[in-house]
């Protein structure tokens, strides 16, 4: 990796000489673009993609490549997708990351299976169903509950939300999960949200792309795209955005 980091600027040059036309024209150019998200970004952040792009470039496709924590970054540095909407949070020096937002977390429940867990002993009192994604090595609900002194037994673990909502709404299971433009996909399966009686950390979000594809028009198109769905979506669900998005950094 440090090797290509070096070799980059080279190649990039050597693709200057044998490659004259860089344009990119949305209305006539075919690509597909290759995207690592999470189920919740693919529900919420994609027909919101097709629907700006529909007319702006109707030769554009995608293609959704479930998020595997172990290998965003493998992905990412094979050029086997365009770029990723993930929690990055020590990025390599050829990896660049555009903030987008935060996810903040509710408890959801069914009220037909009790009242909501909106103290510790009737949270602890529930079965718990966890979330983690595939090569996950951290849990911001296990790391909550780790800085309380407390350890909950988790009656199943999956690794989608949309799994773990579908649990939580035949059961009197309960799940942390995703508010803000997310909860649409909790309160459709009839759950309720309460605060957790823990403070959770907000987990923030970003486009993350390989330093190469920096100036390829291409590319910066897509991530533009994706910041003004971004911005529509928590818009349409009177969520505010973090200060910060929209910056991108190495």
């Known amino acids: 990796r440090e090797l290509h980091a070096k070799l980059v600027p080279h190649l990039k040059g050597l693709e200057a000489l ?5 344009s990119f024209d949305p209305i006539s150019t075919e690509r597909v673009f290759r995207l690592v998200v999470s189920d ?13 792009a529909e ?6 496709s995608f293609v959704t ?14 050029d ?4 990723a909407i993930n929690h990055c949070p020590d990025p390599a020096p050829w990896i660049r990351t555009c903030p987008l937002f935060e996810v903040e977390y509710m408890c959801w429940y069914n009220p037909a299976f009790g009242e909501a867990p909106s103290t510790i002993d009737r949270f602890m009192a529930r079965p718990q169903v966890s979330v983690t994604y595939r090569g996950a090595t951290a849990s911001p609900v296990a790391d909550a509950l780790h800085k309380q ?8 673990g999956t690794f989608t939300y949309l799994a773990a909502a579908a649990i939580a709404s035949r059961s009197n299971a309960v ?6 433009i997310y909860q649409q996909a909790f309160r459709e399966k009839g759950l309720e ?34 910041v003004d769905v971004n911005g529509q979506l928590h818009r349409d669900a009177n969520v505010r955005l973090p200060a910060a998005s929209g910056r991108e950094t190495a």
């Open 55 to 60: 007319s702006a470039a109707p030769g554009i």
């Open 18 to 22: 044998f490659v004259q036309d860089n």
């Open 80 to 83: 086997e997708v365009d770029l």
């Open 149 to 156: 002194g407390l350890s909950r037994k988790v009656s199943i």
């Open 65 to 78: 490549v479930p998020i595997d924590s172990n290998l965003v970054t493998e992905h990412i540095e094979r």
């Open 40 to 52: 919740m970004v693919q529900v919420y952040f994609i027909p919101g993609l097709l629907r700006a």
């Open 175 to 180: 799940v942390v999960g995703p508010a803000g």
């Open 193 to 226: 949200g309460c605060p957790p009686p823990f403070p959770v950390d907000k987990l923030p979000m970003s486009l993350v792309w390989h330093e190469r594809w920096d100036d390829d028009p291409g590319s910066a198109w897509l991530r533009s795209l994706l």
